[in-house]
């Protein structure tokens, strides 16, 4: 079964930077695909950023492109989400999800961390 575990989250100013781990165990990473989703208080959870298995694939929400890098260490079992020049409207709880195949639909992923927050003050 796998487990994913989120961190990094926290408050920061518009402008700023954070960056976001998350650590995956139970299963063989790199046969997954692994994405970042986030949610805000009363809105659905809504793709950010999508890494396939061997990272060598990349997609990105439109609001994000050009701000939000993700990467992943098959070797250390962890992706990341490099997140730059961070806007009030990024505030929401981010998770990090994994699926057996290349999506960036929320439904396809079958295993979820349990979320970190992220607040960007203006």
């Known amino acids: 079964q796998v487990q994913l575990v989120e961190s990094g989250g926290g408050l920061v100013q518009a402008g700023g930077s954070l960056r976001l781990s998350c650590a995956f165990s139970?299963?063989?990473?790199?046969?997954?695909?692994m994405g970042w989703f986030r949610q805000s208080p009363g809105k659905e959870r809504k793709f950010a950023a999508v890494?396939?298995?061997?990272?060598?694939?990349?997609y990105y929400e439109t609001s994000v492109k050009g701000r939000f890098t993700i990467s992943r260490d098959n070797a250390k079992n962890t992706v990341y989400l490099q997140m730059n020049n961070l806007k009030p409207e990024d505030t929401a709880l981010y998770y990090c999800?994994?699926?057996?195949?290349?999506?960036?639909?929320?439904?396809?992923?079958?295993?979820w961390g349990q979320g970190t927050q992220i607040t960007v003050s203006s």
């Open positions: 890494i396939s298995g061997n990272g060598d694939t990349t």
């Open positions: 999800a994994a699926s057996g195949i290349l999506t960036t639909e929320p439904g396809y992923f079958g295993s």
């Open positions: 139970g299963r063989t990473f790199n046969s997954y695909a």
